[in-house]
């Protein structure tokens, strides 16, 4: 006999875990992989992909770029975010590093937190979590954002500077990346989203 809940879609945002040992490894759905010229999000009623819109400019995201499931960036993670007025009321977004190509979305994958972006779009927390797939043995010798090749990290810091840019100037740009934070600040920061979470859908679930 089926299990009648093998036989529906887990909702990404909602149904599936946070991971086997949050705030250290989470679960990362990726919405979108390095090769896409097209920003693809979450449909929070659904749980399907949406298009979104044209990647702003040439620059491609220099990752797999997601978010994990379960959490929500509220008021405790607007905290953690100077001059933030209010987190931006969505998933917990995450950057995961991958040695081989992985070129497909909508997958869910094990994820090592190393550090993140300090980000603030039109004056909310919006941050940036960066991560090394947990996997992948190459990246066993990251355990910080700073142990990471310097490139990769500039490129992921212009890549959110510019990404919503309007590359007609006819408005200004709302994203202020305020800097880089190491592996504890990150690990704080998926601590506060998974509390916001759990009290914006009042939920007090078991987080493996």
């Given at each position: 006999?089926?299990?009648?809940f093998?036989?529906?879609?887990?909702h990404?945002?909602?149904g599936?875990?946070?991971?086997?040992?949050?705030?250290?490894?989470?679960d990362?759905?990726?919405?979108?992989?390095?090769?896409?010229?097209?920003?693809?999000?979450?449909?929070?009623?659904?749980?399907?992909?949406?298009?979104?819109?044209p990647?702003?400019?040439?620059?491609?995201?220099?990752t797999?770029?997601?978010?994990?499931?379960?959490?929500?960036?509220?008021?405790r993670?607007?905290?953690?975010?100077?001059?933030?007025?209010?987190?931006?009321?969505?998933p917990?977004?995450?950057?995961?590093?991958?040695?081989?190509?992985?070129?497909?979305?909508?997958?869910?994958?094990?994820?090592?937190?190393?550090?993140?972006?300090?980000?603030?779009?039109?004056?909310?927390?919006?941050?940036?979590?960066?991560?090394?797939l947990?996997?992948?043995?190459?990246?066993?010798?990251?355990?910080?954002?700073?142990?990471?090749?310097?490139?990769?990290?500039?490129?992921?810091?212009?890549?959110?500077a510019?990404?919503?840019?309007d590359?007609?100037?006819?408005?200004?740009?709302?994203?202020e990346?305020?800097?880089?934070?190491?592996?504890?600040?990150?690990?704080?920061?998926?601590?506060?989203?998974?509390?916001?979470?759990?009290?914006?859908t009042?939920?007090?679930?078991?987080?493996?």
């Open positions: 006999m089926i299990n009648r093998d036989a529906y879609r887990a990404p945002w909602h599936l875990p946070i991971g086997t040992d949050p705030p250290n490894v989470v990362a759905y990726i919405e979108i992989t390095p090769f896409d010229a097209v920003k693809y999000e979450i449909d929070k009623r659904t749980g399907y992909l949406r298009v979104d819109r990647q702003g400019s040439s620059a491609l995201p220099p797999l770029y997601g978010f994990i499931p379960q959490t929500y960036c509220g008021e993670v607007a905290l953690l975010t100077p001059h933030a007025t209010e987190g931006d009321h969505d917990l977004d995450i950057c995961v590093l991958s040695q081989q190509r992985i070129d497909r979305a909508e997958i869910v994958m094990p994820a090592r937190v190393v550090g993140g972006i300090q980000v603030l779009d039109g004056g909310e927390a919006d941050d940036k979590i960066v991560a090394v947990a996997s992948d043995s190459v990246f066993d010798y990251a355990k910080e954002i700073a142990q990471l090749p310097v490139t990769v990290v500039n490129r992921l810091v212009h890549y959110f510019t990404y919503k840019m590359i007609s100037g006819n408005e200004p740009n709302a994203i990346v305020l800097g880089t934070y190491g592996a504890a600040h990150a690990k704080e920061v998926v601590s506060a989203s998974i509390a916001d979470y759990r009290e914006a009042g939920e007090r679930r078991n987080t493996r």
